[in-house]
């Protein structure tokens, strides 16, 4: 249906419906998931399973968090990439002056 939709026109009647039936089915299929969560949750309360219980509520209300890594270069400049991160370390670890 995603397909069908991508390869259609914007202007087109049946671009609009296809946008409609997607949408309503995506969010037919969030909910869906979003029971099997809850059923996961309260199934895991009857059985004692506290630690399962709160990793999933942390899992439904906590918001995603990525990991941002960034270090100031020589310049002043930020240094986000991971090997560009490791060489910097590398790099003032070999130096004398910050050797004890």
Known sequence: MIEEKRNCLR?????????????AKLRQDRIDHLKGICEEIEENGKKNKS???FQKVDRLTKKACPKVKVISDQNGGALTENADIIEKVARVLRDPVHQH
């Open 51 to 53: 630690k399962d219980l």
């Open 11 to 23: 202007n087109e009647p049946k671009y609009k419906e296809l946008k409609r039936q997607v949408r």
